[in-house]
């Protein structure tokens, strides 16, 4: 499922192909070999831990705007309303930038 690459660095970095529904994904993802060790201690299949991640991570980063506000709307709830607040403070505080 991965093959690592060899570096000379502290780091080592994987390159990874998963299978999703919308085809193949290949990710690079780095993480630092002693605490891939003791998560590979701790868990049994770290290696899907890590599909299953970056599987996530692609699912979230090609959701539409809309689908984002409709999946996380607590989220989007508070940035509008914090975004808005912050607007009106500069609107009452500085009025001569509006």
Known sequence: MSEKAQYSTATDLQKSTITTDGGPIEQVVGTDAEIQDKLAERIE?????????AAATKQEQDMTFFQAIKAYPKA???????????IMEQALFLPSLT
Request: no cysteine; glycine share 4%.
């Open 45 to 53: 299949h770290v290696e899907d831990v890590y599909a299953g991640a």
């Open 76 to 86: 989007s709830a508070f940035s509008i309303l914090f975004s808005t607040a912050i």
